[in-house]
C-alpha cells in the first residue's frame, strides 16, 4: 500500500533539469524588457543581491526561458535539488550531503493526504512554498511538490532573489531553525518549555519562556531558566554551523556537533565563552544530567516490571514529540508525566549542552513525584 502510495505521489511531479548555460540574449530578456516586463521587482531586488553583484542572471538558475516567452504557458523550470548550487558552492554543497537535511524520508511519511504536513518541514520547496505564502507556519500544509521530491535543500532556508543581507536568508537566522524546530525535543530544552502535560492551555511560541502551570503535581515555575547564553542571538546556529578547523565532517552546513566515526566532538563552538575546552562534559554537567536521567528511568522501570513503555505510533515520535502506550498500572498519571520528562532530557541527545539547569530540575522533579506520590 504505501509504495503504491508512493508510486502515484511521483506521478505527479515532473521531471526538471537545470541549463547552466546562458542564451544569447539572457541580459538583454533581463534589463530591457522579457523577464522586468512581468517580473519586474524580482529583477530589482535580484540585481542588488549578492547573486545579482556577482553577475549572475535568470539563466543561470531558470532553465526554459525561451519557451517561456513564446508563451506564458511554458513555465521556466529551476532545479531546486542543489546542483544548481553546487556549481559554485561545492564545499557548501558537501557539508549539505552529510547532513540530516539531505535525507528525503519518504518511508516514513503518513500513507494518506497528512503527508502534505510534512512536506513543509521535510522538503525545500515546500518550505520555501509556506514562508513565502506568509501563512502561519504551524496551522499551514506544505504544497504538493512541483518536481521530483527533493530534500531540504538549499532553497529552503536560502532565497536567490533576497538582497536583504548577504547570505540571502529566508528568516533571520535563530527564527529560521525555529521554523521547523521549535516544538521539538532540543527547543524545548533551550526554551525551558516543560513537557506540554505540564503546561496549561495556549501556544507557547519558540524563544519565549513557558507559562508556569502550579496546578500540575509536580510541575514548578521553570521560567527563570529560559534566561541564559544558549538562547540567545543565533541560538542553533551559533554553535551548529561553527567549524573546528581541519574536521569538515563538524558544524558548518552539516550541522553536526561530534563525527560519526570516532566521536569527536565541535568544541570549537565552545571556546568563545568556556576557554580551550575538549569536551562538552564543562563543569561535568553532562555527567550530571546523565545520573539524573539513569536515576529516573531506573525509578520508572521498577514501577513497570522493569520496562519503559514503547512509542505510538513509532518511529516519527524519536524526534516529534509524541504518545507513549501506557504504564500498566499507572491510574493518576504520576509515571506517564514524569516519562514525558524523560524523554524530553533524553530525546533532546545534548545531556545538559542545550539548558543543563532546566534538565536537572526537571528531572528532580519528576523523580521526586515517582518517590513520593506513586502508589501502587
Known amino acids: 500500500m504505501r509504495k503504491s502510495f508512493l508510486a502515484l505521489l511521483l506521478l505527479m511531479f515532473f521531471v526538471t533539469g537545470c541549463s547552466r548555460t ?34 549572475l542572471d535568470c539563466a543561470d538558475c531558470h532553465s526554459g526561458l525561451d519557451a517561456h516567452l513564446q508563451s506564458r504557458t511554458n513555465l ?16 557548501i554543497h558537501s557539508e549539505w550531503l552529510a547532513s540530516p537535511h539531505a535525507q528525503i524520508p519518504l518511508d516514513l511519511f503518513p500513507n494518506d493526504p497528512r503527508i502534505l504536513q510534512c512536506m513543509k518541514c521535510h522538503q525545500g ?18 504544497p504538493p511538490p512541483q518536481t521530483e521530491p527533493e530534500a531540504v535543500t538549499c532553497i529552503a532556508c536560502h ?8 547570505q540571502m536568508l529566508r528568516l533571520p537566522k535563530g527564527e ?21 502535560a505540564y503546561m496549561p492551555p495556549g501556544e507557547h511560541k519558540f524563544g519565549e519562556p513557558a507559562p508556569a502551570a502550579p496546578e500540575h503535581p509536580f510541575a514548578g515555575d521553570y521560567t527563570a531558566f529560559a534566561d541564559h547564553p544558549h538562547n540567545e542571538g543565533d541560538r542553533c546556529v551559533t554553535c551548529h554551523m561553527a567549524k573546528t578547523p581541519g574536521i569538515s565532517e563538524l558544524g558548518g552546513h552539516t550541522f ?3 563525527t560519526t566515526e570516532d566521536g569527536l566532538q565541535n568544541t570549537a563552538a565552545c571556546t568563545s565563552c568556556h576557554g580551550d575546552v575538549d569536551s562538552y562534559d564543562i563543569g561535568g554537567k553532562q555527567t550530571e544530567v546523565s545520573a539524573a536521567l539513569t536515576n529516573l528511568e531506573n525509578a520508572l522501570k521498577v514501577r513497570n516490571n522493569g520496562e519503559l513503555p514503547g512509542n505510538q505510533p513509532g518511529t516519527c515520535n524519536q524526534c516529534h ?15 506517564g508525566n514524569a516519562y514525558e520528562t524523560y524523554k ?29 506520590l506513586y502508589t501502587e
Open 76 to 91: 521556466p523550470a529551476i532545479d531546486v535539488r542543489g546542483e544548481a548550487c553546487a556549481s559554485c558552492h561545492a564545499e
Open 321 to 335: 514529540k509524541g504518545g507513549s502506550l501506557p504504564f500498566d498500572d499507572d491510574p493518576d498519571m504520576i509515571l
Open 176 to 196: 529560521l531553525c525555529a521554523t521547523c524546530h521549535g516544538g521539538k525535543w532540543q527547543n524545548q530544552v533551550l526554551t525551558a518549555t516543560p513537557p506540554e
Open 159 to 166: 532565497t536567490p532573489h533576497n538582497a536583504r543581507e548577504a
Open 22 to 55: 546562458p542564451a544569447p540574449d539572457t541580459q538583454s530578456r533581463a534589463e530591457g524588457g522579457g523577464c522586468t516586463d512581468c517580473h519586474g521587482d524580482y529583477v530589482t531586488a535580484f540585481a542588488d543581491s549578492t547573486h545579482g553583484l556577482a553577475d
Open 344 to 372: 524530553q532530557i533524553e530525546r533532546d541527545k545534548s545531556f545538559g549542552v542545550h539548558n543543563a539547569p532546566f534538565a536537572l530540575q526537571l528531572l528532580r522533579d519528576a523523580l521526586e513525584a515517582v518517590e513520593t
Open 256 to 258: 553536526s556537533m561530534r
Open 125 to 142: 520547496s515546500g518550505f520555501a512554498a509556506v514562508i513565502e505564502s506568509g501563512e502561519d507556519f504551524k496551522s499551514a500544509w506544505g
